[in-house]
């Protein structure tokens, strides 16, 4: 059984995993641009583990700043075969407390296309299913886990992801609400989009930071208050990824490795080498 190789980035509050061993910084070109920051190797507890902060060390980049497609391409290259997503979310339901830990199983993109969304194009068009965005089998482990280390964890639900960067409107707030959706936030895509294109399973833990700004009995979303938050959050989230890696194995049973199997339209003989050289690591198995 091969060993596996486990990503985590990053949100907000989550700039480093002080337990990793046998620690190395990996500068990556990629052909479609700098990732965000320098990715970070090193072994949690007998795993290889690969991390990177979204936003950069620091906190440098605006969410529609962040490149996806570069911080995945990364991973992929880094042999990532499993992304744990860590991101502070607004709460959407009365019932998901700030504090609580959310591991959703649906998204909704509210972004404005401003953002890379795809490995597809120059020449190769391809069409992933994504009726079921996260792997099913990682969010199990990571419910699991949140779970063993004692997080009030709230397992599915839908995230809306919106641009960002400021807080929603009240009325906008309210408008989601009504549309069902129990989290907000402003990064899960196309991270979750472009991580499926890539064959590597992805899930997310969301922690809970408020109530954005409809519940009339609390203050409105503000960084203050966000930082207040995650400061308590981030220890938890680090105990969630630790006890979650000890449950993962070298061999999954999911779809996600194959995601691309029967995705490319294109003909093989019509796509140029220049493409075929860029997509390599993410398909060149298909190519």
């Known amino acids: 059984m091969s060993q596996p190789v486990i990503g985590v980035i990053g949100g907000s509050g989550l700039y480093e995993i002080k337990e990793l061993t ?25 795993v290889k583990m690969v991390f990177l902060p979204r936003h950069g060390r ?3 980049l605006l969410p529609s700043e962040v490149n996806y497609r570069a911080n995945i391409y990364g991973m992929k290259k880094l042999g990532v075969q499993q992304i744990i997503s860590v991101s502070a979310v607004g709460s959407m ?10 591991i959703p199983d649906q998204f909704f993109d509210r972004t404005q296309g401003r953002r890379a969304s795809t490995f597809f194009g120059d020449g190769v068009v391809g069409h992933i299913q994504f009726a079921d965005p ?12 949140a779970t063993e280390v004692g997080a009030t964890v709230h ?26 959706v129990d989290i907000i936030g402003m990064t899960n895509l196309p991270e979750a989009r ?24 609390h203050e409105d979303v503000s960084v203050e208050a966000v930082i207040a938050i995650i400061q308590q959050n981030v220890a938890t989230a680090r105990d969630i990824i630790r006890a979650a890696v000890k ?8 779809a996600c490795g194959e995601a691309l199997k029967f995705s490319i339209m294109t003909h093989k003989e019509l796509i140029s080498e220049t493409t075929r ?5 993410l398909m060149g198995k298909y190519l």
């Open 134 to 145: 996260v792997c099913g089998d990682l969010s199990q482990v990571l419910f699991e886990a």
């Open 277 to 281: 050289q860029k997509l390599a690591v």
């Open 247 to 254: 449950r993962l194995s070298g061999t999954r049973g999911c």
């Open 194 to 217: 472009l991580a499926r294109e890539a064959e590597i399973c992805y899930a997310t833990v969301a922690l809970a930071t408020d109530y954005d700004c409809w519940h009339s009995e």
């Open 58 to 60: 620091g906190h440098r």
């Open 93 to 102: 339901k009365e019932e998901i407390v700030p504090g609580h830990i959310v």
């Open 22 to 46: 046998d620690i190395q910084e990996m500068v990556l070109d990629t052909p479609f641009g700098a990732p965000s920051d320098g990715y970070i190797t090193g072994v949690l507890d007998g």
């Open 155 to 180: 397992k599915g639900g839908t995230y809306i992801c919106i641009e960002g960067p400021n807080f929603s409107t009240r009325a906008e707030s309210n408008i989601y609400r009504s549309w069902g």
